[in-house]
């Protein structure tokens, strides 16, 4: 089964500093890796996603992440961090099930808090 | 263009009343998707759709019935409401064919069982 684990629920950051918010991952075949962010009241919204070759993928409002096959990790990473980035972010993961269809699993969601 | 769209964004229900919440896309997706999201819990699939006329479950499914008459829209149903269904209620949509596309999420229905 494939599970994916965002072991921060909070993550506080002061504004201009860089920001991390960690995911790791565990399925039983090549990932295709995901990261959403939700502002208050509103859906998801899709920054960047890893499908294959370069391992560093560039997203929207210059969040970019990293993929680490080693680690099974996907961090979602900015050099410098706004107020407005304050949200609540998802990492998903999406891997072919053996009916052949592609399911999403998320995970619970780590709250970033930039500080000004 | 509206994206996917949820109607309605409230509702207070008592137990044991039933209730349809809809999701409409018109970007001409073929997959759509049912998730309810709780503090703590992330999102979790309820119902899901790879077309026109087709359903299956997702991950906690009991409770909920769904349906896709047309391709534009998926109906998530209660038919007897319990309290521990209270949650925020989100549908997603995604074009289809390519595992690696992008979903699309409507804005959400807050949904209170008293």
């Known amino acids: 089964a494939q599970s994916v684990a965002q072991p921060e629920d909070q993550v506080n950051v002061a504004e201009g500093n860089p920001l991390t918010v960690k995911c790791t991952y565990s399925v039983s075949g090549n990932p295709y890796l995901f990261w959403y962010v939700q502002y208050p009241n509103r859906g998801l919204q899709f920054l960047l996603k890893?499908?294959?070759?370069?391992?560093l993928v560039k997203g929207s409002y210059g969040f970019e992440a990293e993929f680490n096959k080693s680690q099974t990790s996907f961090h979602l990473k900015k050099p410098s961090a706004l107020v407005s980035d304050s949200a609540l972010y998802f990492c998903?993961?999406?891997?072919?099930?053996?009916?052949?269809?592609?399911?999403?699993?998320f995970g619970r969601g780590t709250s970033l808090i930039v500080h000004p | 263009n509206a994206g996917v769209t949820q109607t309605p964004k409230f509702r207070v229900l008592k137990t044991g009343q039933s209730m349809t919440l809809l999701c409409a896309q018109d970007?001409?997706?073929?997959?759509m998707y049912w998730y309810r999201q709780d503090p703590g819990m992330g999102l979790r699939l309820i119902h899901y759709s790879v077309g026109e006329g087709t359903t299956a479950k997702g991950e906690v499914p009991d409770g909920y019935n769904v349906s896709r008459l047309k391709k534009q829209n998926f109906l998530l149903g209660l038919e007897s409401a319990a309290p521990s269904q209270t949650s925020v209620y989100f549908c997603?949509?995604?074009?289809?064919?390519?595992?690696?596309?992008?979903?699309?999420f409507g804005p959400g229905t807050r949904l209170t069982v008293l």
């Open positions: 998903a993961v999406r891997v072919r099930q053996s009916g052949g269809s592609y399911i999403p699993t």
């Open positions: 890893y499908i294959t070759g370069d391992n």
């Open positions: 997603a949509s995604r074009r289809g064919g390519a595992s690696t596309d992008t979903q699309y």
């Open positions: 970007m001409n997706h073929e997959y």
